[in-house]
């Protein structure tokens, strides 16, 4: 079974300062990496993700993670936020041998002026 | 194009009826899925479908609730009975059956609340 872990709930920051939000998951199989955004009453929104190859992905937004198999981590990084990045963020992963999506219990954003 | 869409919107019905919930997966998408998002349980799979048939259904919390897909596209979810903690937004999602088939297209959600 995989889990996901991310202990930050909420994570305020100002104006274009830089941002981490931290994600850590367990499995004992190969496994695919996501990050979704929902913004207020709003369903999900695929951020970026990570399938094989490079560690470091890009995604809108101006959004990046990098995945570190020893650390099993997939950090999400942004080097200036908007007011506008104000939303709930959701670190998932996927068993590459089956559909379904484990979630974290998410990370809300909150980027103030 | 379009993407998944989800009706009702809202839903408030009172404990002990019967709730339908019904998705629009992206058109030609052969996979489809339903999750449920609440506060005390986050985000939890309840059921996964490839064309109408469903290999995976061991997210669903009891038997009241039970899920159908015809034609290969439009899915409904019954939540038989209600009861108070059923109260949750339902989000449905749908991936094409083949290349890009791990990446998983979410609906706006239904917002079921039982009174």
Same mark, same amino acid.
């Given at each position: ?13 100002? %104006?274009?300062?830089?941002? %981490? ?23 999900? +929104? ?6 094989? =190859? ?7 937004? =101006?959004? %990046?993670? %990098?995945?570190?198999?020893? +650390? ?24 590459? =041998? ?16 | @194009?379009?993407?998944? /869409? ?14 339908? #919930? ?9 996979? #489809?899925?339903?999750?449920? $998002? /609440? #506060? @005390? $349980? ?34 409904? #979810?019954?939540? $038989?009975?209600?009861? $108070?903690?059923? /109260? ?6 749908? /991936? ?20």
């Amino acid at each position: 079974a995989q889990s996901v872990t991310q202990l930050d709930s909420q994570v305020p920051v100002f %104006e274009e300062a830089p941002v %981490e939000l931290r994600c850590n998951y367990s499995s004992s199989v190969s496994v695919y990496l996501f990050w979704y955004v929902q913004y207020p009453n709003q369903g999900l +929104q695929l951020l970026l993700k990570y399938l094989s =190859g490079s560690t470091l992905v890009k995604g809108i937004n =101006g959004f %990046e993670a %990098e995945f570190n198999k020893s +650390q099993t981590s997939f950090h999400l990084r942004k080097p200036s936020v908007h007011i506008s990045d104000t939303a709930e963020y959701f670190c998932a992963v996927m068993n590459t =041998g089956f559909q379904k999506l484990v979630f974290g219990t998410g990370t809300r954003l909150l980027v103030s002026p | @194009g379009a993407g998944v /869409s989800q009706s009702p919107s809202n839903k408030v019905t009172e404990k002990g009826k019967d709730v339908e #919930l019904r998705c629009d997966p992206i058109s030609g998408h052969t996979a #489809l899925y339903w999750y449920r $998002q /609440s #506060l @005390g $349980q986050g985000l939890e799979f309840l059921i996964y479908f490839q064309g109408n048939s469903a290999p995976d259904k061991s997210g669903l919390p009891s038997d009241r609730f039970s899920a159908e897909r015809t034609g290969g596209s439009v899915s409904t #979810l019954t939540i $038989q009975r209600t009861q $108070q903690e059923d /109260s949750a937004v339902y989000l449905c999602a749908s /991936s094409p059956g083949s290349a890009g088939q791990e990446t998983q297209y979410f609906g706006p959600g239904t917002r079921l609340l039982v009174l």
